[in-house]
C-alpha cells in the first residue's frame, strides 16, 4: 500500500471519530436531565448506575448501595476521584462508582 492509501486510512478514521463524537452529543439532551452531580446517586437508568461517595454522607451512599445492588445492579467498576491535595485527606475526596444491571452483562 502506498503513501496515499495511508492518507485515505488516516483521514477515514478522522471522520469516523468526528461522527461517533457528533452522535454521542445528539444524545446529551436525552440523559442529562437525569443527572445530579451533586447527588450520591449521580445518574441512573434501567441499565447503568452511578454513585458518589461524598465526604460526610456515608451513611446516605450506604443506602443507596444497598438499594442498587437489592434491584440487581452490581458494581463494576470504582474510581477515587480527585486528590484531596493540601487539605491532609489520602485519597480521592470524591468516588465513583458505577454500576451495571446483571440482565444487561453480556
Known sequence: M???GKNEEAEAAKEAKKLRLQ???ERISQYKPSWDKNGVIQYKNER???LQRVWGQ???F???YDDLTKE???CIAHDEGKEGGGSGLTGGLNSFFY???MEFVR
Request: net charge positive.
Open 99 to 101: 454500576f451495571q444491571k
Open 23 to 25: 452522535q454521542l452529543q
Open 58 to 60: 456515608q451513611v446516605e
Open 62 to 64: 450506604i443506602i443507596a
Open 72 to 74: 440487581g445492579y452490581r
Open 48 to 50: 447503568i448506575a452511578i
Open 2 to 4: 502506498g503513501l496515499f
